[in-house]
């Protein structure tokens, strides 16, 4: 197959993906994720994802809860119609604090053809913190990729972003934080997302017996149930 058909055949197949109606869940229709550590392949526990009755077709208004606090709190999360991020958890130096953008940060963008990059900086609020925040996002389109997860087989564009959430602090760096992620867009939504995050603490000099560069959690997020009418 040469170059020009296979880019061909991809754009096709995004097309295909992309004419899929989106689905309107109901409030109150949840989606469950299983978290795996990378690191050991360990699961980790679960995060369930609740429509609440707020959602609207502008946003989609998610209670989210998990079974193991090492997840994070129980909070609520907003989602724009395109997969867009309105107020989530990023990780800051490895510990999920809640954001809420200024503008919709375009996690995902399935309109994109193959190999087209996107890069985009908006401004953000932290509860307590009364300074805005600049968070920026760097993003690919892979291309488009059938994919099992336990929930079924799913239809899906594959992106990499690498978010950067504007949490520097003195000695510390901005967390650099690495997503690849399979956007679903039948389900509206991720089917399956790898994230893990980086930064440097240097307050103890970097010297030959000081560690200097950190990692966070590399987690792994599979969708295990979904509404009846969501499968495929």
Request: proline share 6%.
């Amino acid at each position: 197959m040469t170059l020009h058909a296979a880019l061909a055949r991809s754009l096709a197949a995004i097309a295909l993906i992309l004419s899929a109606p989106l689905f309107a869940a109901s409030a109150g229709s949840a989606y469950v994720y299983r978290v795996i550590n990378a690191y050991n392949k360990e699961t980790v526990g679960h995060l369930r994802q609740e429509i609440a009755p707020a959602t609207t077709a502008q946003s989609e208004v998610m209670s989210v809860s998990v079974d193991n606090p090492a997840l994070g709190l129980a909070r609520t999360e907003v989602y724009g119609p395109q997969g867009q991020w309105l107020r989530r958890p990023l990780d800051n130096h490895g510990v999920p604090v809640e954001y809420e953008f200024g503008t919709a940060l375009p996690a995902v963008q399935p309109q994109l053809a193959v190999g087209q990059t996107w890069s985009v900086r908006v401004p953000a609020k932290v509860a307590g913190d009364g300074k805005s925040r600049s968070v920026r996002i760097d993003g690919r389109v892979l291309g488009p990729e059938r994919i099992r997860v336990p929930a079924g087989e799913f239809d899906t564009v594959k992106f990499q972003r690498t978010i950067y959430p504007g949490d520097a602090d003195y000695f510390i760096s901005e967390t650099q934080i690495v997503e690849y992620d399979w956007y679903a867009p039948a389900l509206g939504r991720s089917v399956r997302t790898e994230t893990r995050s980086v930064w440097r603490d240097t307050r103890g000099g970097c010297i030959r017996h000081s560690r200097c560069d950190y990692r966070g959690d590399w987690h792994v997020f599979e969708l295990t149930e979904a509404p009846a009418r969501a499968t495929p």
